[in-house]
């Protein structure tokens, strides 16, 4: 099934959709269309690729009990981190 | 200054680490990492890639990288700072790491610097690029 809908967009974007229709000889709706169906395919494959991610690391901090430290100590943490990946990065 | 969509936009590690987290009470960080990642020019520091690294796995990397693939355009550093620039932010008063990642947006031009690190929110004056949280962020969208 196909649905309709309308697009306001500025002229700038107009223009360019338009000039990239025609090096790809369609028309404009069929290619923003293409546009609009990549956009929300590469949208959704890079969620899904992130909340794999986090089911990973989740579980890891969970082993390490650290899944329910607070907002401060995860902050403490980074912070500490970071000092010491930087001062072994540049000393 | 406002936000335009041609501007570079750097997420401190933090802001991927609670996104990662689904932390609740940090549910601004979630939502630029997860949902709104394709609407920005997006630049990793080195030092932020390095953190990356070192929380998560290689294959949890590679994930995160290829889902930053996605952005209107990504740039991963992969080069230190100079030392000289990491000094002079720390003599305006930053921690050390902080002036690394500070002279690295410095010297890649990148307007915003998205963090929810208190002292780059609140204690450094004259940096060449914005601090926002997470959900300032989200309300200049």
């Not at chain 1, 169906?37 to 986090?54: G, P």
């Not at chain 1, 980074?78 to 001062?87: D, F, Y």
């Not at chain 2, 936000?3 to 570079?8: A, C, Q």
């Not at chain 2, 994930?63 to 720390?90: L, N, S």
Request: some cysteine; glycine content about 2%.
């Amino acid at each position: 099934m196909e649905r309709t809908i309308t697009l306001t967009v500025p002229d700038e974007v107009y223009e360019q959709a338009l000039s990239a229709a025609k090096s790809k000889r369609r028309s404009i709706e069929a290619h923003m269309s293409a546009v609009l169906e990549e956009a929300i395919t590469s949208d959704q494959s890079a969620r899904a690729l992130l909340q794999k991610v986090s089911r990973s690391y989740k579980r890891r901090l969970a082993r390490q009990g650290k899944l329910d430290q607070s907002d401060s100590e995860v902050l403490q943490e980074l912070e500490a981190q970071r000092e010491r990946i930087a001062r072994a990065i540049y000393s | 200054m406002r936000f335009t969509r041609s501007d570079w936009i750097a997420y401190d590690t933090n802001e991927f680490i609670f996104a990662l987290r689904e932390s609740p009470t940090r549910p601004e960080s979630y939502a630029i990492v997860f949902e709104h990642l394709s609407k920005f020019r997006l630049y990793i520091p080195y030092q932020v890639a390095l953190e990356l690294q070192h929380n998560l796995t290689p294959a949890e990397m590679r994930d995160v990288v290829r889902a930053t693939q996605t952005c209107i355009e990504v740039h991963w550093d992969y080069f230190p700072a100079k030392p000289d620039r990491i000094a002079a932010y720390t003599a305006m008063g930053a921690r050390f790491g902080d002036a690394a990642v500070a002279a690295q947006l410095e010297a890649a031009g990148v307007q915003w610097l998205v963090s929810e690190n208190r002292h780059f929110l609140s204690e450094l004056d004259g940096l060449p690029f914005r601090v926002l949280a997470a959900g300032e962020l989200i309300d200049l969208l």
